[in-house]
């Protein structure tokens, strides 16, 4: 009985060791990662082994987890996993851990997945209202945020109104669906707003994450530009000036 027993953890010992072997994780992340925001990431794993699948598969990062039933051999699934990252600047993720009860539950076994990810975390959005200048964010629009030109950048595709002149049809997308679809440009009339660090209220995280709430709040609407004390990031609009200005304020004051 001992004899059987002594091989039975052998067996099972070795199924659940080859169960875990030969398995390669990629972490995507999403276009922007906040601090202390849960983000939604991809987990990509892939299963080296040519006819042997794997089973029962948990994996665990940065207090996130995600579990895959089933994992076919010589494939790749893409795993949803939400993790929160505390702080802002960038951040190091070296490996996620990927355990299974596989194959009778009696142990549960674990490896370490080297990842080797470097990311960007912006700041934490704190909304406020005050600019540069003691000007509050709303008044800063100067009433003109809602105004849309008809060129220049196109900033969204949404339903044709029947107010929109035809020449802001997108007839392609149109062609895809039962519905008309229009192109909106962003305005290029809106008054640019320049944000300075120094003259936010609070000490320096609370006037960063403010910061990082005007930039990320107006950046869809109008040029915004930063001063982080003597370096000055000119007024600019669009998504790249967005991700430009909160990378500057991801980094600022870090060693």
Not at 139 to 163: P, W
Not at 185 to 212: F, K, N
């Amino acid at each position: 009985m001992v004899s059987g027993l002594l091989a039975f953890m052998s067996v099972t010992g070795y199924a659940g060791m080859v169960n875990l072997q030969r398995l390669r994780v990629e972490l995507l992340p999403p276009s922007e990662l906040y601090a202390g925001q849960p983000a939604s990431f991809t987990l990509r794993i892939s299963n080296s082994k040519r006819f042997i699948p794997s089973f029962l598969l948990s994996f665990s990062c940065q207090q996130g987890a995600a579990v895959l039933a089933h994992l076919p051999a010589a494939a790749t699934v893409n795993l949803p996993l939400e993790l929160t990252l505390p702080e802002r600047g960038w951040t190091h993720l070296a490996s996620v851990r990927v355990s299974s009860p596989f194959p009778v539950s009696f142990f549960i076994r674990s490896w370490r997945l080297t990842i080797d990810r470097e990311l960007l975390v912006y700041p934490r959005l704190i909304p406020c209202h005050q600019s540069s200048g003691g000007r509050s964010g709303t008044d800063a629009a100067d009433g003109r945020q809602g105004q849309r030109g008809s060129s220049g950048e196109v900033e969204r595709i949404v339903e044709y109104s029947g107010r929109e002149p035809l020449r802001q049809i997108h007839w392609k997308l149109s062609a895809r669906s039962e519905e008309l679809k229009v192109k909106q440009y962003r305005s290029a009339t809106a008054e640019p707003l320049m944000v300075d660090l120094d003259s936010l209220p609070g000490r320096l995280e609370e006037r960063i994450c403010c910061a990082a709430w005007l930039v990320h709040h107006w950046a869809a609407e109008r040029p915004v530009g930063l001063r982080l004390g003597d370096q000055l990031l000119p007024p600019q609009a669009g998504l790249h000036q967005r991700h430009q200005l909160l990378a500057a304020l991801a980094v600022y004051g870090k060693a």
